[in-house]
C-alpha cells in the first residue's frame, strides 16, 4: 500500500509515547517507537519508516541532532521519510533555517490534540487507513 503508513515516534515520554502509538494504531497505522536519540537512530534503520515523529529534547543523542543524520546518510534509509519535529513552545526557537529545510513540518507538544497527528498525516496527501472494527 503506497502513503505513509509506516510511523516511527520518537519520544522519551512514555505515556506520550504510548499514546500516539495506541491513538495511530487505532487508526490503520503500522507503529514503531523509539525512547531516545540513540534508539531512534537504530530503529529508524531498521524499521525503514516512512513518516518520524521526532521529539527535540531526548537522553543520549539530541532530536535536532538525530534529524541531521537521518536526513544527510543514506545508510538510514530515511531521506525521504517525512519528518515531523514535536517540540515545546521554547524549543522552537532552535529551529534555525538549515534544521527548518531538513524537517517536513512540526507539533508543539503542549498545544497538541490527538487528531492533530491524523491531521498532520493527511496533509502529505496520504489519507488515513480505514480503521478496521
Known amino acids: 500500500m503506497a502513503g505513509l503508513h509506516r510511523i516511527l515516534i520518537v519520544e522519551d515520554n512514555q505515556e506520550l509515547r504510548n499514546l500516539y ?5 487505532e487508526h490503520g497505522f503500522e507503529v514503531s517507537t523509539a525512547v531516545d536519540g540513540e534508539d531512534a537512530l537504530d530503529k529508524a534503520r531498521a ?13 543520549k543523542i539530541d532530536g535536532l541532532d538525530v534529524l541531521k543524520v537521518l536526513r544527510h546518510d543514506a545508510t ?4 525521504k ?13 532552535r529551529l534555525n533555517d538549515d534544521l527548518r529545510q531538513d524537517m517536513d513540518g512540526y507539533i508543539i507538544k503542549a498545544e497538541i490534540v490527538l ?16 480503521t478496521q472494527g
Open 76 to 79: 538510514y534509509k530515511c531521506t
Open 21 to 25: 502509538q495506541m491513538y495511530l494504531r
Open 47 to 59: 524499521y525503514e519508516p516512512e513518516l518520524i515523529f521526532l521529539d527535540i529534547m531526548m537522553p
Open 81 to 93: 521519510a517525512k519528518i515531523v519535529i514535536l517540540t515545546n513552545l521554547g524549543d522552537s526557537g
Open 115 to 130: 487528531e492533530d497527528l491524523i491531521r498532520v498525516i493527511n496533509s502529505f496527501g496520504t489519507p488515513a487507513p480505514a
